[in-house]
């Protein structure tokens, strides 16, 4: 076993929490204001999908739901199946976790669509007599829960995943 970081699940589990605490206001608080000449409106990430679906846009409310619910969830959970199963016999393949790993790294780029989004909007529609887009208190909890998670994923040492199997190895020899 060579240079092994053995404070690398420490910092795993950390960073876990960590983004775990900031994706909760991400979804209680609202991600995007919208203000006219009328009235303010704000809208949280789930609001805003069953918003843009309401009105027609099931693709773009898809879109958003799967890229701020569904993937976010499912890097928590892979992240954390990830970290328990280093150090525990796992009854799935060293060959699938490590792919549940490239995974959570590949997608990690394509987390931050939403903070995307809300700044692309606040910066087109910005017509301050008439209408404004103010990105929501949401938007900082979402992206720091992003960058936790990303974080989270970098510290995972992968190579932990093959440890178990060559003590398994070396001790059956």
Sequence with gaps: MASRDQSSLQRVWAWLAAGLICYVPANVYPMLETRTLVHTESATIVGGAIELAEHGAYGIALI??????VIPVGKFIAI???????????????????GVH???????RWSMIDVFVVAILSSLV???????????PASLAFALSVIFTMLSAQAFDPRMIWDGIENDKAGTA
Excluded: C, D, K, W
């Design 126 to 136: 910005q017509l301050n007599a008439v209408a404004a887009i103010q990105p929501g």
């Design 102 to 108: 490239e995974i959570v790294e590949y997608i990690g």
């Design 64 to 69: 958003i739901f799967v890229a701020s619910v």
């Design 80 to 98: 954390a199946y990830l970290a328990l199963s280093v150090g525990r016999v796992s009854r799935s393949t060293p060959e699938t976790r490590h």
